[in-house]
């Protein structure tokens, strides 16, 4: 059988990407800060994707050839920015770029984004010189000299990252026979949520799930990520798939109004009451 890598397994989506693999027969080795629970599948290796250099130590325990690499660590906030940016963006391309000559022909990564990045097109004149940085020191360096722009949010400035550095490396693999591209999740109900939550507001975080009829659970996102590591699809590179039941083909269609939505209507009240000013 194959033998997959997967970042952040110890819980959530990461957890229940493993045990779906696992039970598929499938060999697999997590990645994480946390050692994952007793009787959990896959071998694990700690690795602290925010500390430059901890990359290659795992790389290093790591087979020769692997069959496909699933980057689903993340975190959702920080009292340092910069960490958020580390290890959501920088730590898993070091990651990724280390590992991807080791992929099979055939072999795929998937890098977990987020609904919150959607807007990257937007944003991308801003994040050029990020994604032109060669590694994680000179990531960390201009993080850090720029910080002004992501420190409000980190998160959806990280998410943004990736997905837009996730469209410009399926360059490379169109050469390799091989594929990269992210899924954007929307809401789940992870041991991250309250962290969510905080970022969003609990009113606002009521209204996105409510628009699809309730958050996503782990295992909903992993059957994603499982099937775009695992089937025959050579042929898919460079995309980004939003994977929210419908919230982003709503905010698109028309019918999900985000102007309606708590976030929203409190900033219209705030710039109305500003005018009167």
């Not at 599948?41 to 069959?67: Q, S, Y």
């Not at 910069?82 to 280390?98: D, I, P």
């Not at 919150?116 to 010189?129: F, T, V």
């Not at 590591?229 to 698109?252: H, K, M």
């Amino acid at each position: 059988m194959a033998q997959y890598v997967v970042t952040g397994g110890s819980s959530g989506v990461g957890a229940a990407l493993i045990a779906r693999l696992a039970a598929a027969g499938h060999t697999v080795f997590n990645l994480d800060v946390a050692v994952p629970a007793s009787g959990s599948a896959g071998t694990f290796i700690e690795c602290n994707l925010g500390d430059p250099g901890r990359a290659g130590v795992a790389v290093n325990r790591l087979p020769a050839r692997i069959d496909g690499l699933a980057n689903v660590a993340g975190m959702a906030r920080s009292p340092d920015p910069v960490m958020v940016m580390a290890v959501n963006f920088l730590g898993m391309r070091e990651l990724t770029r280390q590992l991807a000559p080791r992929l099979n022909t055939g072999a795929g990564i998937v890098c977990v984004s987020s609904i919150a990045g959607r807007d990257w097109k937007a944003r991308l004149e801003k994040l050029r010189p990020l994604l032109a940085t060669e590694d994680m020191v000179s990531g960390l360096e201009w993080c850090r000299a720029n910080i002004e722009l992501f420190a409000r949010d980190p998160y959806t400035w990280s998410k943004r990252a990736v997905t837009a550095w996730v469209m410009d490396e399926a360059r490379l693999h169109t050469r390799r026979s091989t594929r990269i591209l992210a899924v954007s999740p929307g809401g789940i109900d992870t041991p991250l949520t309250p962290q969510f939550n905080d970022l969003m507001g609990e009113a606002q975080a009521q209204w996105t799930n409510e628009q699809t009829g309730r958050a996503a659970v782990p295992g909903e996102i992993a059957e994603v990520i499982q099937m775009f590591l695992c089937q025959p699809c050579g042929w898919l590179n460079g995309v980004d798939v939003p994977v929210d039941r419908g919230y982003s083909a709503g905010l698109d269609a028309g019918w999900i109004d985000f102007r309606e939505s708590p976030a929203m209507r409190a900033k219209a009240e705030r710039d109305t009451a500003r005018n009167r000013h």
